[in-house]
């Protein structure tokens, strides 16, 4: 079993992956992406807010946050543009400096890109293990904000947070003068989780950090997200999509009809009769499509609108299933349950299974085939004593981290939709997910876990409403996280402003504007052009710096 961060793309640059070298471009891109950066690091407080009981006791201590900085294209006056690094370790977004949209803004206003590391990410953690306890700082306020005054208990003292912080103290080896915020512009940008922390912290330090770019950031959670699916519903290839969910409304139905001896069938079909837990059954097979919060290849989420930056398995996996040349013991396995269907077959049962045995079964994912033992695979129930101690592991890790965000303020777990088509079995709900958090974080002596994640720690900021001077929001047509995005299909139109300015790439996936390659002109149009706006609005907000510092 693998966590794997929902939230979070990580772009695929290893050069191994890259398309063969055409043209100096290539050339140039390649060598870009092999820009080494030298960790720096801020003494930065674990405790923002001394006042705050919840944080009680208070560490009074600093632990040492890494920072990564490029200067390439820096001349004196230009603006810092600072890259959260969100749910991942800082050397993990190195693309975004080297060719992405750092690099891209940079180039475009002879700006400095530095990103820092979230605390409880990479080598950034306040404490050598992560107890209940000490996960308590891990809030998106303390690593981003102190939380808005006014609704929050008189004796809270607005404390400085990490990036604020670390705008006002950073400092950069090599680089002549004073970069600190507010004398110099800062502009911060982050993707998905980090994209919240962006609009929070422009939101909350409006005064300190002079604007921002939210890029397919959450900024209005719920507990259950069927609608991470609704894309794949929607643009994934629609043969294949039909077939997968009238297999999965067949099984809804035997599972529902409490059919013991057809479930077995289905689960040997897929090489799963091992797995004892029904719902371990439905997320293991959802392994493809993605989650609910765990799976171990790429999906719909890791889709990139470059090639080389790209993983295209969701879609080997749809033209797998829709197959129409498979071998005839593959498709004779779509009337394996007929019998239950009143005759009809169930249509690329034979392929999904067979797709399913040899992408997950057969790699390796499970190294002595015993499919139900959390720490080999696929099984979550069982081994209850195995169990709590892979879940309860307080060993540093940055799935750790990203579950304890998860389970006590983000939530959006993965479920099936309560009506029409689905892609996933109608048991995967919300007490699936809860389990783990449940399993995770047992209760501390001075901090204990929410029975379900408190959202109001990212809605307080405005939900759809959120707004602030010079803080962009930019999100993707298809992304799987959209719904809880500024331009969520729940959320109403509305006009954009240089001061409030907002775009929807049209057929983007998750933060796609992110990745670049060193040429927007080369860039496909939706890109390109949410790119060259992306330019010019930070363009329009250094103009009027000047007046914003008087
Ligand atoms: C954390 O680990 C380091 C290196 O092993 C050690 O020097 C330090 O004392 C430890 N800190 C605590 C609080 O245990
Ligand atoms: C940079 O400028 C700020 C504000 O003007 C000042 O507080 C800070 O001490 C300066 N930092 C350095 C390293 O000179
Ligand atoms: C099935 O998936 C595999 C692995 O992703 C891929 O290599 C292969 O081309 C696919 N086959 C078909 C018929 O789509
Ligand atoms: C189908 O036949 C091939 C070749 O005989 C065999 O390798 C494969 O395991 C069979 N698959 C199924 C699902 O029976
Ligand atoms: C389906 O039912 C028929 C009639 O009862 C039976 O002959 C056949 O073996 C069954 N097929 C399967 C795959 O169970």
């Known amino acids: 079993m693998r966590l794997s961060f929902v939230l979070c793309a990580s772009i695929g640059l290893a050069s191994a992956s890259l398309r063969p070298v055409a043209n100096e471009e290539a050339a140039d891109l390649l060598k870009r992406q092999s820009y080494p950066y030298p960790a720096f690091t801020i003494d930065q407080p674990i405790d923002h807010f001394p006042n705050e009981h919840k944080y009680a006791p208070h560490e009074t201590g600093t632990f040492k946050q890494r920072y990564f900085f490029d ?7 230009g603006p810092v543009f600072l ?4 749910e991942t370790s800082g050397t993990n977004r190195f693309s975004n400096l080297q060719t992405g949209i750092i690099q891209i803004l940079m180039q475009a206003t002879n700006g400095l890109g530095v990103i820092l590391e979230n605390r409880f990410y990479g080598t950034s953690y306040p404490f050598n293990t992560s107890t209940t306890d000490q996960l308590r700082y891990l809030t998106t306020e303390q690593s981003k904000f102190p939380p808005n005054l006014g ?3 008189a004796n ?5 947070a990490d990036n604020a912080y670390f705008a006002q103290h950073a400092t950069f080896p090599g680089v002549a003068g004073n970069l600190t915020a507010p004398g110099t512009p800062w502009i911060l940008y982050g993707g998905s989780l980090a ?3 962006t609009a929070f912290s422009v939101i909350s330090y409006g005064d300190i950090l002079f604007g921002g770019i939210a890029s397919s ?3 209005k959670t719920v507990l259950a997200y069927p609608q991470w699916y609704d894309p794949i519903q929607k643009f994934g290839p629609q043969d294949c999509i039909a077939s997968i969910n009238a297999i999965i409304d067949n099984i809804d139905d035997l599972v529902d009809g409490k059919n013991d001896a057809a479930i077995t069938e289905l689960k040997a079909i897929f090489g799963l009769e091992v797995l004892d837990d029904i719902r ?4 293991t097979i959802a392994y493809p499509l993605g989650g609910p919060m765990n799976y171990p290849t790429n999906t719909w989420q890791e889709l990139n609108w470059y090639p080389a930056y790209s993983a295209p398995d969701f879609f080997n996996f749809c033209s797998n299933i829709t197959n129409i040349n498979a071998p005839a013991n593959i498709t004779a396995v779509d009337y394996a349950l007929a019998n239950y269907t009143g005759g009809e077959p169930w249509t690329g049962l034979g392929n999904y299974a067979n797709y399913f045995k040899t992408q997950f079964l057969d790699l390796g994912i499970c190294p002595q085939g015993d499919y139900d033992t959390i720490l080999e695979c696929y099984g979550t129930q069982n081994e209850l004593i195995l169990q709590a101690s892979y879940w309860a592991d307080t060993t540093n890790n ?11 303020e983000l939530g959006a777990y993965q479920v099936a939709p309560s009506s029409g088509p689905s892609l996933i079995m109608n048991v995967l709900q919300v007490d699936y997910t809860q389990q783990w958090c449940t399993w995770a974080f047992p209760p501390g002596r001075y901090n204990q876990i929410p029975s379900t994640p408190d959202l109001r720690a990212f809605n307080k900021y405005g939900s759809f409403d959120i707004k602030a001077d010079r803080l962009a929001f930019i999100d993707g047509g298809v992304d799987v996280w959209l719904d809880l995005c500024y331009h969520s299909n729940f959320a109403p139109l509305r006009t954009s402003s240089d001061l409030n300015p907002e775009y929807l790439i049209a057929g983007a996936g998750h933060h796609w504007d992110s990745a670049g390659i060193l040429d927007v002109s080369a860039e496909p149009l939706f890109i390109q052009q949410a790119h060259l706006w992306e330019i010019k609005t930070v363009q329009k907000w250094l103009r009027t710096f000047p007046d914003w510092k008087n």
Do not use: N, W
Not at 71 to 77: A, L, M, N, Q, V
Not at 156 to 160: E, K, N, Q, T
């Open 71 to 77: 200067d390439t294209y820096y001349k004196p006056g």
């Open 83 to 86: 890259y959260i690094s969100g």
């Open 151 to 153: 609704d929050f208990e």
């Open 156 to 160: 809270f003292v607005p404390a400085i």
């Open 195 to 197: 994209g919240g922390e």
């Open 217 to 219: 950031a959450p900024v």
């Open 280 to 283: 371990d059954f439905a997320m």
């Open 398 to 408: 940055p799935g750790r981290s990203y579950l304890y965000t998860t389970c006590t």
